[in-house]
């Protein structure tokens, strides 16, 4: 099966400006979360999504960040305006809550966000 | 805070030995272990899943244990091999949440 696309690999903008990262989950997978990962730190999650319904955003500062899920497929994270401590890698997973005991979480491979 | 602690330092060993790696929580009772492995410049990649009813849980070279008493998993490779080194995220699971650890680096060399 095709992984989790995630668009684009690499970003680079300046602070106060806004940024968009896409994600496309494995096909059927209900489940659909954005990670925030800073170097040399495991993944922190910033929103799930349970087909198109927030599940978790507690942890999403949501004066800034924004996150949709148009019909339970593709999702879409925003940051507007960013910060210089956004700098970070955004990672964008999905799963099916039956399979997960054998086959976890399958994460895409992140778009780097470097802020200056 | 509930909280998952692992390793900072690398860890270094000789190809065809043993690694074993360490996972400690804190302050709760996870329902399940994961363990996935993560390459510089790509998203973690999962290992296993082990609960917290399973001691011990084997695939290939690889092997977990959950010890609920010392609120530790060790994850072992055995017959380590240069392509094994990666970084090894443990994540605790359960009540529709994940808590990742930062990671331990290993180095497996020739």
């Known amino acids: 099966e095709a992984g989790v696309a995630q668009s684009p690999r690499y970003k680079i903008i300046e602070k106060r400006q806004s940024v968009a990262f896409w994600c496309n989950p494995i096909s059927g997978h209900a489940t659909l979360y954005w990670y925030q990962q800073i170097l040399g730190q495991g993944p922190k999650l910033l929103i799930q999504?349970?087909?198109?319904?927030?599940?978790?955003d507690s942890q999403l500062p949501k004066d800034r960040f924004s996150a949709e899920r148009l019909k339970g497929v593709d999702s879409t994270l925003k940051i507007q305006p960013a910060k210089l401590e956004d700098s970070a890698v955004y990672l964008c997973?999905?799963?099916?809550?039956?399979?997960?005991?054998?086959?976890?979480?399958?994460f895409g491979s992140g778009t780097r966000l470097t802020v200056v | 805070s509930q909280k998952i602690e692992q390793n900072s330092e690398a860890l270094n060993i000789q190809e065809g030995k043993t690694a074993t790696l360490t996972c400690n929580y804190t302050?709760?009772?996870?329902?399940?272990l994961q363990w996935y492995r993560q390459d510089p410049g790509r998203g973690p990649v999962f290992l296993l899943l082990i609960r917290e009813n399973e001691k011990e849980k084997r695939k290939e070279r690889l092997k977990v244990t959950f010890d609920t008493t010392l609120k530790q998993s060790l994850f072992h490779i055995t017959a380590s091999q240069p392509a094994d080194s990666a970084t090894y995220l443990c994540v605790s699971g359960g009540y529709n949440k994940l808590i990742f650890g930062a990671g331990t680096r290993l180095a497996v060399h020739p």
């Open positions: 997973a999905s799963s099916d809550k039956y399979r997960e005991g054998n086959y976890g979480y399958t």
């Open positions: 999504f349970q087909n198109n319904g927030v599940v978790d």
């Open positions: 302050n709760y009772s996870p329902a399940y």
